[in-house]
Every structure is written in C-alpha cells, then in structure tokens.
C-alpha cells in the first residue's frame, strides 16, 4: 500500500461548481498536510498547510484533515477556469521539508 | 520577485552525455531540494541540502552530483545522462526544519 493515495482524475466541471479532491494516507504519524497547486509547465505552488486535523479556511479554498479516517480533503467553492490546474497533497510527521511525501495529484479542468 | 530560480529550461542531451543544472533562491532560505516529477510517480526527491555546506541523499539519487555552492545556489549534476533521466527537475527551497516548500518553473530534460 502506497503512504499517500490521490486519484489522479482528470475532474471536469463547470464553472461555479463546488469541487472535492481527496487523499488518503496510511502512516498514522501524519501530522502536517499540505495542498499544492500546479499550472501546466509550471512549478507547485503551496495553497494551503495544515496542522493536525480540523479545518482551514482561505477564500475560496477549504483544507479539512480527518485523521482518524487518514483522509484529507480541499474544497473549492465557486469553482473558476482559473483553477483548473494538478492538485498534490502532501504530508510528513514533521516539519522537515525532506520527509515530505507528495500524493500523484489530481488534474482540474473548470469549463466556462 | 525571483524566487527560485532555475536554469535551462529546457534540455535535450545525448545518452552518456553530462550536464549541469542550475539553482537559484532570494529567500535567504538555509534548505534547497531536487526533484524529478514523471507522469504516473509523483514527485521524488534526490538530493537535498539542510545548510549550507551539507547535502544528502533523497528517495532517488543514483546517477546524480549536488553541489550547495553557497546559500542561495544549489546545483545539479548529471554526469553520464542514460534515456531513464528523462524527466522534468524542479529545484525548491525552505527555512530550516519547514516543510512549506518554494518551487522553480521546473527544467525539461530529454535524453535520447
């Protein structure tokens, strides 16, 4: 079993719909996830960090971590063409940038 | 704002050929990574620096040098290119012990 799971769609949506991307993980000693963003030929991009569980809010962007399920979520309201990118999750047990695991990512495409 | 800076872009060598890619930051961050991103695996990490004057190795160093010229500049050498290296690199940086990570654009590299 892989330590982080992401599907990697691709998920289509019109413009304005609420969309949920997900990953699930294995290692128990996750504490700190991240979303990244990724335009097409582009670097990542941090979008949101979280600490332990609970929610985050930025604008438009939800990051909720469910650790007793492993289960990690970003929601995006009011979905824009602007968003259409790859999102990675990524997580570690510590603060370390070197033991962060990145999911595959999950490719957005919004439709206008 | 430059950020992380990385140099060439886009590369097209020949098996058993060498090269150099180059990193740069302003951030003044004390830790700078190097990964390779293929479709379908995600992003991997070769090596690392923690500090200047250090480097390790990360999940996928085989085939690869680093060198951490200074603070801001972290390089990375492939010294016999093999078609497997085929991959897009992308130099990132971070203060010590964070995992909140600063991407490059990323350099498109080709053997053939």
């Known amino acids: 079993q892989k330590e982080v799971e992401q599907d990697p769609g691709p998920l289509s949506v019109p413009e304005g719909a609420i969309v949920s991307l997900n990953c699930t993980y294995s290692n128990s000693a996750f504490q700190y996830f991240m979303w990244y963003r990724q335009y097409s030929r582009k670097g990542p991009e941090l979008l949101m960090y979280?600490?332990?569980?609970g929610n985050k809010e930025d604008g438009r962007f939800t990051a909720q971590v469910d650790k007793s399920s492993k289960y990690i979520s970003l929601f995006i309201r009011d979905s824009q063409p602007s968003d259409s990118a790859t999102y990675l999750c990524a997580m570690s047990a510590n603060q370390a940038g070197t033991a962060l695991i990145f999911g595959k990512g999950t490719t957005l495409s919004v439709s206008s | 704002n430059a950020g992380v800076t990385q140099t060439p872009k886009f590369q097209v060598l020949k098996t058993g050929q060498s090269m150099t890619l180059q990193c740069a930051q302003d951030?003044?961050?004390?830790?700078m990574y190097w990964y390779r991103q293929d479709p379908g695996m995600g992003l991997r990490l070769i090596y690392y620096?923690?500090?200047?004057?250090?480097?390790d190795k990360g999940e996928v160093p085989n085939g690869y040098n680093v060198s951490r010229l200074n603070k801001r500049e972290f390089s990375l050498r492939l010294e016999s290119a093999a078609p497997s290296q085929t991959s897009v690199y992308f130099c990132?940086?971070?203060?010590?012990?964070?995992?909140?990570?600063?991407f490059g654009e990323g350099s498109r590299l080709t053997v053939l």
């Open positions: 951030m003044n961050h004390n830790s």
């Open positions: 620096s923690a500090s200047e004057g250090t480097t």
């Open positions: 990132a940086s971070s203060e010590a012990g964070e995992g909140q990570l600063f």
């Open positions: 979280t600490y332990s569980s």
